[in-house]
């Protein structure tokens, strides 16, 4: 209940999921850097950007549609 309601309501920060991360099949945006403020902020978006883009590239090579761009 908690993870819902500050992720997908946007309880936490009041900034929601549906604004930074969509449906890739239906070419929507997916913005993993600034999802970061969902939790907290933009303090550690480098950090987080660094991680995402190699993850993100991992799951287009194994075939996994993520919307992301390399």
């Known amino acids: 209940m908690i993870l819902w309601d ?3 309501c946007g309880v936490f ?4 999921r549906k604004n930074f991360i969509g449906n890739p ?6 913005d993993d ?5 969902i939790i907290d902020g ?4 480098g950090l ?6 190699p993850f993100a590239t ?4 194994a075939g996994v549609t993520t919307g992301f761009k390399p």
């Open 6 to 8: 500050g992720v997908v």
């Open 13 to 16: 920060t009041g900034s929601e």
């Open 25 to 30: 099949l239906l070419r929507q945006i997916v």
């Open 33 to 37: 850097v600034h999802a970061h403020t």
């Open 42 to 45: 933009m303090d550690q978006a």
């Open 48 to 53: 987080i950007e660094g991680c995402g883009e």
């Open 58 to 61: 991992a799951l287009n090579k």
